[in-house]
C-alpha cells in the first residue's frame, strides 16, 4: 500500500468526520450553549429585578414605619389628653364632692346648733319658772301661762 493512498484514506474519513460534527453535533452543542447563555440572562435580570423590587420595599417599609411612628405619637398625645380630661373630670367630681360634704356638715351643725339653742331655752324657761316660782313661792302653772313660757324663750 501506498502512502498517498492512505493518506487521502484518511482525508477522506477526516472530512467525513468534519462533515457529520459541522451537521450534527455543533449546531446541537450550539443550541444547548445559546439555551444556557439565555437562563444565565434571565437568571441575572430577575436577580436585577429582585434587587429593584427589594430597594421599593425597603422604601415602602421606612414610609410605613414613619407613618406608623407618627400615628403611634398621636395616639400617645390622644391618650394623654384623654387622661388629662379624665384626671381634671376627676379632680372636678371631687371638689364638687367636697363642697357637696362641706354643705352638708354646714347643715348639721346648724342643725345641732339650733338644736342646742332650742334645748338650752327650754332649760333656761324651766329655770326660770323654777327661780320665779322660788321668788313668788308657789308654783307657776306651765299649761295656764304657755303663751307667757313662749315669749320668754323666744326672748332668751
Known amino acids: 500500500m501506498d502512502i498517498n493512498m492512505s493518506l487521502i484514506g484518511q482525508m477522506i474519513t477526516f472530512a467525513v468526520l468534519v462533515w457529520f460534527t459541522m451537521k450534527f453535533v455543533v449546531p446541537a ?15 441575572l435580570a430577575a436577580a436585577d429585578k429582585g434587587n429593584a423590587s427589594m430597594a421599593a420595599a425597603e422604601i415602602r417599609v421606612q414610609a410605613e414605619l414613619a407613618n406608623a411612628r407618627d400615628e403611634g405619637q398621636k395616639r400617645i398625645a390622644d391618650a394623654e389628653k384623654r387622661a388629662q380630661m379624665v384626671a381634671d373630670e376627676i379632680k372636678q367630681n371631687a371638689q364638687t364632692e367636697a363642697n357637696r360634704i362641706i354643705a352638708q356638715a354646714k347643715a348639721d351643725a346648724d342643725q345641732q346648733l339650733n338644736k342646742a339653742r332650742d ?3 327650754g332649760q333656761v324657761a324651766a329655770l326660770a319658772i323654777k327661780g320665779a316660782e322660788q321668788i313668788l313661792k308657789r308654783e307657776v302653772n306651765a299649761s295656764v301661762h304657755a303663751d307667757l313660757l313662749n315669749q320668754l324663750a ?3
Open 29 to 43: 452543542l450550539n443550541t444547548a450553549l445559546d439555551e444556557r447563555a439565555k437562563r444565565i440572562a434571565d437568571g
Open 154 to 156: 323666744v326672748e332668751l
Open 119 to 121: 334645748e338650752l331655752r
